[in-house]
C-alpha cells in the first residue's frame, strides 16, 4: 500500500507564500503521474498542478499558472508545491495524489493538508 504524506500548510497573509511537500512510501518513479489537488469547503476537489513520471510533462489549473511550481526530488521520493502570492480563494485542504498505471489508474491519495490565506 502507498503512503502519501503532506506537511507545510499553514495560515498565511495575501500576497505570501508557502511551500507544500508530499512525502511518498516508495520511489515516485514507479507512478505515473503525481500532482496536488485542492478543495474548499462546499466545493469539489479539483486538480491544481501535476507531473509526470519523466518530470517533462507539468500542467497547472488557470487560477494559479505564474503563481504555483511543482516540482520534485527523485532522491527523497518528494514532490513538492511551491505557492507563492497566494490569494485568499486559494483557502483550501490540499490533497496530494499518485496515479499508478496509464490505462484506469490506481490513485492514492494523502490525509490533506489546510492551507489559509487570510489577513
Known amino acids: 500500500q502507498v503512503q502519501l504524506v503532506e506537511s507545510g500548510g499553514g495560515l498565511v497573509q495575501p500576497g505570501g507564500s508557502l511551500r507544500l511537500s508530499c512525502a511518498a512510501s516508495?520511489?515516485?518513479?514507479?507512478?505515473?503521474?503525481m500532482g496536488w489537488y485542492r478543495q474548499a469547503p462546499g466545493q469539489e476537489r479539483g486538480l491544481v498542478a501535476v507531473?509526470?513520471?519523466?518530470?517533462?510533462?507539468?500542467s497547472y489549473v488557470d487560477s494559479v499558472k505564474g503563481r504555483f511550481t511543482i516540482s520534485r526530488d527523485k532522491a527523497k521520493n518528494t514532490v513538492f508545491l511551491q505557492m507563492n502570492n497566494l490569494k485568499p480563494e486559494d483557502t483550501a485542504v490540499y490533497y496530494c495524489?499518485?496515479?499508478?498505471?496509464?490505462?484506469?489508474?490506481?490513485?492514492?491519495w494523502g490525509l490533506g493538508t489546510q492551507v489559509t490565506v487570510s489577513s
Open positions: 495524489n499518485a496515479k499508478e498505471g496509464l490505462r484506469n489508474p490506481a490513485d492514492f
Open positions: 516508495r520511489s515516485i518513479l514507479t507512478f505515473s503521474a
Open positions: 507531473i509526470s513520471s519523466g518530470g517533462d510533462r507539468i
